[in-house]
């Protein structure tokens, strides 16, 4: 069964800095693209940043470009999203995924997701 | 961006058929997939590329559609059909979600 577990959330001021985790199980973790997608209280969804399966690649909105950092570590089944210089606007609850295509494609839709952590950037 | 947009919210009773639609500012192919969220769960996928049913998911769920206009059906609905639905396109960067269309059981 694939499971997705975050980790790292919390209450943090503006400006400041947090850095997520996510466990994963259940799959071979190193074949797959993953991504991070976030969802503001009662908002929408939206698309935060994917990694290739090796870490090669990586990609951001726009909004998050310069500020925020996806990693990954295969040989711990983690990946990992550091966000830095964090807004009002980045409060949110952020979704690990993954990616469905296998090796070095993407399909830019995710088919797993975890139960998500709450970050909230307050004063 | 592509702006993928979905009436706010529907009402049907137990055992009807319901489509609920997304309309692409621009053609995105068949570039759509469509997820359910039940309150304070995380998003599950039902369908990808437009029409193409999730494993595990189903067969009252059903997606339809290309270029700007996109369904997804279910029929019947049955009361754990409770949830919001959002649609996303992977066809334009970056990939853009709906802002939801919560299904209400009469």
């Known amino acids: 069964e694939v499971q997705l577990v975050e980790s790292g959330g919390g209450l943090v001021q503006p400006g400041r800095s947090m850095k997520l985790s996510c466990a994963a199980s259940g799959f071979t973790f190193s074949n797959y693209g993953m991504a991070w997608v976030r969802q503001a209280p009662t908002k929408g969804l939206e698309w935060v940043a994917t990694i290739s399966y090796d870490g090669s690649s990586t990609y951001y909105r726009d909004s998050v470009k310069g500020r925020f950092t996806i990693s990954r570590d295969n040989a711990k089944s983690t990946l990992y999203l550091q966000m830095n210089s964090l807004r009002s606007e980045d409060t949110a609850t952020y979704y690990c995924t993954r990616d469905p295509y296998y090796g070095y494609d993407y399909a830019w839709y995710f088919d797993y997701w975890g139960q998500g952590v709450m970050v909230t950037v307050s004063s | 961006d592509t702006v993928l947009t979905q009436s706010p919210a529907l009402a049907v009773s137990p055992g009807e058929r319901v489509t609920i639609s997304c309309r692409a500012s621009e053609s995105v192919s068949t570039g759509m997939h469509w997820y359910q969220q039940k309150p304070g769960q995380q998003p599950k996928l039902l369908i990808y590329?437009?029409?193409n049913l999730e494993s595990g998911v189903p067969a009252r769920f059903s997606g339809s559609g290309s270029g700007t206009d996109f369904t997804l059906t279910i029929d019947p609905v049955e009361a754990d059909d409770t949830a919001t639905y959002f649609c996303q396109q992977s066809w334009n960067d970056p990939n853009t979600f709906g802002a939801g269309t919560k299904l209400e059981l009469k």
């Open positions: 590329g437009a029409s």
